[in-house]
């Protein structure tokens, strides 16, 4: 039997997921979509490719704009593909089933969920920190240290910060459930010996 966790930090994580969705979907995914999808005006992702254009144009940003097609044999850019996959075979899957397990089904945990969002929470900090790393080693003359400081304190920082927010609770409540079950354990072993 399940035993679950009621936590309001769970409205926190339920919109950092529903947050996420369309930001996978319709932004880092957009290329991968047929280019009828988004290429014209009366394309039904039109509006996204817009904002991704926009946000390339302001801040020329070399990850968003990686592709298999443009990344070079060699080069130090190879991680990002990695990445990608990642983020669709892993962590969109990880977003939607915590959305509708959250928003849907109900506000509560099992510990099942929460090994589940804490090792999300891990990979979407790690994955991310490696992007904030990166930053450092853009081009000067092509960045300025402007630039990188928003790269970093707006658009990866707090994609870095939020998921090792959600990593500690996690991992705090999955702690909380292994020193019940310790308890429980030696309690067993006290009644024996009596």
Request: glycine share 4%; proline share 6%; with cysteine.
């Amino acid at each position: 039997m399940a035993v679950y966790n009621e936590s309001r930090l769970n409205y926190v994580w339920l919109a950092w997921f529903a947050l996420s969705i369309p930001i996978i979907l319709f932004i880092d995914a957009l290329h991968f979509y047929p280019s009828s999808w988004y290429s014209s005006p009366s394309s039904p992702l039109y509006i996204f490719h817009l904002a991704r254009q926009d946000y390339i144009a302001q801040y020329n940003d070399p990850i968003v704009q990686w592709s298999p097609s443009t990344s070079v044999p060699g080069s130090h850019d190879s991680w990002i593909g990695l990445f990608l996959y990642l983020e669709f075979g892993f962590t969109l899957p990880v977003v939607l089933y915590g959305f509708i397990k959250l928003a849907v089904q109900n506000s509560r945990t099992t510990g099942r969920d929460e090994l589940l969002f804490l090792v999300y929470a891990l990979e979407t900090a790690l994955t991310t920190l490696v992007c904030i790393y990166d930053v450092g080693y853009w081009d000067p003359a092509l960045y300025s240290d402007e630039v990188k400081r928003t790269m970093v304190l707006q658009f990866f920082g707090p994609w870095f910060l939020i998921p090792s927010i959600m990593a500690v609770d996690m991992a705090r409540r999955i702690l909380g459930r292994i020193n019940v079950a310790d308890e429980a354990v030696e309690e067993r072993q006290r009644r024996k010996v009596q």
